[in-house]
T-cell receptor, first 116, second 113 residues
Framework: DTAVSQTPKYLVTQMGNDKSIKCEQN?????MYWYKQDSKKFLKIMFS???????INETVPNRFSPKSPDKAHLNLHINSLELGDSAVYFC???????????????FGEGSRLTVL | GENVEQHPSTLSVQEGDSAVIKCTYS??????FPWYKQELGKGPQLIID?????GEKKDQRIAVTLNKTAKHFSLHITETQPEDSAVYFC????????????FGTGTRLLVSP
């Protein structure tokens, strides 16, 4: 039974389109994240939600809008896609929101977005 | 903010050799240092972590050391096996109250039989 699942796994689209990536975790965690991994494998946090509340919002263009309908789901919607958005997007979850409760991140398998 | 540097970017060893990957961090307040392994087509997976009140931690063939004064930490893999081939990431997180891992740039480890 997959712990953190993302859909779709692959996404190919044209510049200017809008697309969404969905993420679900069945671990009972209360914190979820989106990370972006570029072509050089660099992993950078984009957003973090704790119990549906946005707690981390890195300097991400506002074309990216995360939504957490409940603590088990975190979706990422991207408007007006650009070539530079091509990357692998990873969803992750953890128990606790950090600080003294910092613990393991469980990652999904990634969603590879290619913008043509 | 925190900045993590990692080297080498690639490391090739023969099966049975040891491998060492090194990271430095910039924020002296960072207190949690995990290592993640990413296999091809998969998400990163935690392999070992260390907190700032500990200098060394071992788990079978892998160990991590932390030097708080120098602000660097290292991953040591002994008796490497082909299945150890992957990209390894170090990370650090400051005690902001939020889980905000800052990753290093990754090391591609190749273990040849």
């Amino acid at each position: 039974d997959t712990a953190v699942s993302q859909t779709p796994k692959y996404l190919v689209t044209q510049m200017g389109n809008d697309k969404s990536i969905k993420c679900e975790q069945n671990l009972g965690h209360d914190t979820m994240y989106w990370y972006k991994q570029d072509s050089k494998k660099f992993l950078k946090i984009m957003f973090s939600y704790n119990n549906k509340e946005l707690i981390i919002n890195e300097t991400v263009p506002n074309r990216f809008s995360p939504k957490s309908p409940d603590k088990a789901h975190l979706n990422l919607h991207i408007n007006s896609l650009e070539l530079g958005d091509s990357a692998v997007y990873f969803c992750a979850s953890s128990q606790g929101r950090g600080g003294a409760n910092t613990g393991e991140l469980f990652f999904g398998e990634g969603s590879r977005l290619t913008v043509l | 903010g925190e900045n993590v540097e990692q080297h080498p970017s690639t490391l090739s060893v023969q099966e049975g050799d040891s491998a060492v990957i090194k990271c430095t961090y910039s924020d002296s307040a960072s207190n949690y240092f995990p290592w993640y392994k990413q296999e091809l087509g998969k998400g990163p997976q935690l392999i070992i972590d260390i907190r700032s009140n500990v200098g060394e931690k071992k788990d079978q063939r892998i160990a991590v050391t932390l030097n708080k004064t120098a602000k660097h930490f290292s991953l040591h893999i002994t008796e490497t096996q082909p299945e150890d081939s992957a990209v390894y990431f170090c990370a650090a997180t400051p005690p902001t109250g939020f889980q905000k891992l800052v990753f290093g740039t990754g090391t591609r480890l190749l273990v040849s039989p």
